[in-house]
């Protein structure tokens, strides 16, 4: 069975950084492109970052590119999310996304607040 446990959300300032991890089981991790997305309260859930497999080939929206990093643990089936110079806009919900067998799967998300 397929899992993504996504971690590392919490309360931050402005300013601030965080790191959020997703955790994977049930398939071949080193094989498969992995994806960040993220939704706002009351807007839709949109693509924030993408890494390929084992060649860590990376593309992000053009509006987060010089503030987040994905990267990848193939060793230990973890993904992961450096988001630096926290805003109040990044407040979301952060999820990572697989797709297997032609679906996309989705964790459960990490609630991300940034506030003063």
């Known amino acids: 069975q397929v899992q993504l446990v996504e971690s590392g959300g919490g309360l931050v300032q402005p300013g601030g950084s965080l790191r959020l991890s997703c955790a994977a089981s049930?398939?071949?991790?080193?094989?498969?492109?992995m994806s960040w997305y993220r939704q706002a309260p009351g807007k839709e859930r949109e693509f924030v970052a993408r890494?390929?497999?084992?060649?860590?080939?990376?593309n992000y929206d053009d509006s987060m590119k010089a503030r987040f990093t994905i990267s990848r643990d193939n060793a230990k089936n973890m993904l992961y999310l450096q988001i630096d110079t926290l805003k109040p806009e990044d407040t979301a919900v952060y999820f990572c996304?697989?797709?297997?067998?032609?679906?996309?799967?989705w964790g459960q998300g990490t609630q991300v607040t940034v506030s003063s």
């Open positions: 996304s697989v797709v297997w067998q032609s679906n996309r799967i």
């Open positions: 049930g398939f071949n991790f080193a094989t498969k492109s």
């Open positions: 890494i390929s497999d084992n060649t860590g080939v990376t």
